[in-house]
């Protein structure tokens, strides 16, 4: 299974930015608020910074950075909006951090190595990639699915989660047959892999979902397609 057409050319642009370091993709939920945060996804107060400052000094790898389109609303409302533009022109200027804005998140799918995400819808469909997911979650021993759980890697502190990336940005990947045994569930009988089968299905979702989000998004205050 082949990324759509129209989507291949944004795919060689973010390839070509990369200049052949491994691509992590890295999704940011926009509930980064105090009033939101407990009863939210993010954890960029835990995290966020952090994983800026990470990348900042790993100019070996190319940090992808795909944002809820409402989380760059959210950081203003947080630090104000003269820090927190100071803060995304930092990392759009650092050379190796790119901010995907393209109009679908799917095409980083495609390009990225493997995801950093708060939990989110998305874990899924990455997921059908089988390509390896580092969950960064407020409580990890409380993640509910724990199908999904037992096949990412789940960092408890920041120490983790540097030593997660570290391994998978040097092809250590430890949970490389629990995902592929978590796909076997989805095979259906035929010629195809699990792997398209289950893209089929995921790209039929998208073309009917595109236009409600492009729609959302022109409505709403985001920066960039979820």
Request: a negative charge; hydrophobic letters at 40%; charged letters at 25%.
């Amino acid at each position: 299974m082949l990324p759509l057409e129209e989507d291949s050319e944004y795919i060689k642009e973010i390839t070509a930015r990369a200049e052949g370091r491994k691509i992590v993709l890295w999704n940011t939920h926009h509930t980064v608020n105090s009033a939101l945060e407990e009863n939210g996804f993010s954890t960029w107060k835990r995290y966020g910074e952090q994983i800026l400052s990470y990348f900042k000094y790993r100019k070996d790898l190319f940090l992808l950075w795909r944002p809820h389109p409402y989380f760059f609303g959210a950081l203003r409302d947080l630090y104000g909006e003269a820090a927190a533009n100071r803060l995304i022109h930092d990392a759009e200027t650092c050379g190796n951090i790119f901010i995907d804005r393209y109009r679908s998140y799917s095409a980083g799918f495609f390009a990225a190595d493997f995801l950093i995400s708060d939990l989110s819808s998305l874990l899924k469909e990455f997921m059908f990639l089988g390509k390896p997911i580092v969950i960064t979650a407020q409580q990890p021993g409380k993640i509910i699915n724990q199908e999904i759980k037992e096949c990412c890697y789940v960092p408890e502190d920041t120490r983790e989660l540097f030593s997660m990336i570290d391994a998978l940005a040097n092809g250590n990947d430890e949970k490389y047959q629990l995902r592929e045994s978590y796909l076997q569930q989805f095979q259906e009988f035929g010629k195809k892999s699990t792997a398209e089968n289950i893209l089929d299905v995921m790209y039929q979702k998208l073309h009917q979902e595109l236009e409600q989000l492009m729609l959302d998004f022109r409505n709403g205050n985001g920066e960039g397609l979820w």
